[in-house]
């Protein structure tokens, strides 16, 4: 089987509200070295805690709801990692909501993400450290 291209459609409406806000430095940080290592620039990750799929580029990351597969519930966008003094300070960005229902979402939204993240750069790491197999003593 080769590698090939996925072509994945996605649509939004118009945005209910956009709140700035601030996304933990571990977090960004953490999203960053996924898409270092991603070929195409896109990182695509499973929240399966709340049955969600992240998206993250480089402009923004989406969230699209597993039962609602085509339509971004909410984004963040705008990242401004230059605004921030220290590279353990908070990134400035815009949440952008696109359903009433992905506003109560958020906090629980935030937190998924940044333990997933954790999760795939764990399995980055393993897997450039390779493995050794020991012999069997008997």
């Known amino acids: 089987m080769r590698a090939g291209i996925v072509e994945l459609s996605l649509y939004r409406d118009e945005a209910l509200t956009i709140e700035p806000r601030g996304l933990r430095a571990e977090t960004y940080n953490l999203g960053h070295v996924l898409s270092v290592h991603s070929r195409a620039g896109v990182v695509f990750l499973p929240i399966r805690s709340m049955q969600f799929l992240a998206i993250l580029d480089a402009q923004e990351w989406v969230f699209?709801?597993?039962?609602?597969?085509?339509?971004?519930?909410?984004?963040?966008?705008?990242?401004?990692?230059?605004?921030?003094?220290?590279?353990?300070?908070?990134?400035?960005?815009?949440?952008?909501?696109?359903?009433?229902?992905?506003?109560?979402?958020?906090?629980?939204?935030?937190?998924?993400?940044?333990?997933?993240?954790?999760?795939?750069?764990?399995?980055?790491?393993?897997?450039?450290?390779?493995?050794?197999?020991?012999?069997?003593?008997?």
């Open 64 to 138: 699209v709801d597993g039962l609602k597969k085509h339509f971004i519930e909410l984004a963040w966008q705008n990242f401004h990692p230059q605004a921030r003094s220290a590279i353990d300070e908070a990134v400035p960005y815009e949440a952008v909501f696109y359903t009433e229902a992905s506003v109560p979402l958020m906090p629980r939204l935030e937190s998924a993400v940044h333990g997933a993240l954790i999760d795939a750069v764990k399995r980055i790491r393993a897997a450039k450290q390779g493995a050794e197999v020991l012999p069997f003593k008997r």
